[in-house]
């Protein structure tokens, strides 16, 4: 939208403001049985060069579909703790126990 104003700013500008003023990215996606669900969190991490990094906190995973004909499915946690977790506790917010550091190390072992 930027480029679009006609304004003259470097792309690698641009980047740098959106990494640094958005935290998270929320996906929804229209499912094969007509219903939205949000099927990605991603949690922008800064920049690297003239990219702008991401990191997966949660993906939907479909396991089939029911009866009905509606998808069945479940969030998967990453394995990685997201970065932000430090800045909502910081401000004093509960942070669910699957983020704590023992979790995620316990999760990394189980997958090794």
Do not use: H, W
Not at 48 to 53: K, R, V
């Amino acid at each position: 939208m930027v480029l679009m104003a006609g304004v003259d700013i470097p792309i690698k500008a641009i980047r740098e403001q959106i990494s640094s003023a958005i935290n998270i990215i929320v996906q929804q996606n229209r499912m094969k049985d007509g219903s939205r669900k949000i099927t990605k969190i991603i949690e922008i991490t800064g920049m690297e060069g003239d990219i702008i990094s991401t990191q997966e906190i949660f993906s939907y995973d479909i396991k089939g579909m029911d009866e009905r004909g509606k998808l069945i499915g479940a969030f998967n946690c990453s394995k990685i703790r997201p970065k932000i977790i430090d800045n909502f506790e910081s401000r004093g917010s509960k942070i669910p126990p699957v983020f704590t550091p023992e979790r995620v190390i316990a999760r990394l072992r189980e997958n090794k």
